[in-house]
């Protein structure tokens, strides 16, 4: 039998207790401090690197501005509203008298002598000063078209018509200032819709006096007081 003899140069770690550390390795916390400092490193190093590429770095989105943020701009608001015509910037005139079974009319024409655009509606103001000094305004005309919005662009007119009956209501055969009040008229004052400034213009004349049923109509578009007429 071999007997195979144990050296005594060599020593075994005693059973159950842990190989010591080699003398240059760190503590365990140190480790680990050491880990995560590399690791910073690394990343700050793959962040530059990046950088140096000609990547940019992604930045949060601006706020929006101007229409896309809801805003008017240039453009985004209404437009300006047509003004009334005012009194300084029309000029008003009379066609000729037309006369026709006992009814005689005139037309009245208001034209846009201004540099823009503006607006009448309405019915115009009409109204005759009389021989003895007194004044007969002219009534609404019934059953006339119902006014309507007449936009004038600069040197376009628009226009109304005067009526009355030319003889008198009594039947006489004699005209004069007691059968017919416009007999003798001295001046026709017209006003423009929602006006006070009067044009004085020529009253008619006494072939065709105002006697009685004097009434205008609303402004339409055009210079024949006629509905149907284009600007």
């Known amino acids: ?14 059973r159950g207790r842990a190989a010591p550390r080699p003398a240059c390795a760190p503590p365990l916390a140190g480790r680990r401090a050491v880990l995560a400092a590399a690791a910073l490193v690394t990343l700050a190093g793959a962040t530059a690197g990046c950088a140096a590429a000609g990547t940019p770095a992604a930045t949060p989105p601006a706020a929006a501005t101007g229409a896309a943020a809801g805003g008017t701009g240039a453009g985004g608001g209404t437009q300006a509203a047509v003004p009334e015509c005012p009194a300084a910037g029309l000029v008003i005139k009379t066609g000729a008298d037309e006369a026709a079974a006992g ?19 309405g019915y115009p103001g009409a109204e005759l ?23 004038l662009a600069p040197g376009r007119s628009a226009s109304a018509l005067i009526g009355w009956e030319h003889f008198p209501r009594n039947g006489s055969a004699t005209v004069s200032p007691a059968d017919c009040p416009g007999y003798g008229a001295t001046a026709l004052l017209v006003t423009a819709p929602d006006q006070a ?12 006096p105002v006697c009685w049923g004097f009434d205008v109509s609303p402004v339409v578009p055009g210079s024949t007081g006629q509905p149907s007429a284009s600007s």
């Open 1 to 14: 039998m071999t007997i195979r003899a144990r050296g005594f140069g060599a020593s075994r770690p005693a």
């Open 103 to 121: 009814h005689s009319y005139l037309t009245l024409t208001f034209t846009n002598s201004s540099a823009t655009p503006c607006v009448l509606q």
């Open 129 to 151: 000063t009389t021989a003895g000094g007194g004044k007969l305004s002219a009534q609404r005309a019934t059953g006339a078209p119902a006014p309507s919005r007449v936009t």
């Open 197 to 208: 400034t009067p044009a004085r213009l020529a009253p008619p004349g006494t072939t065709s």
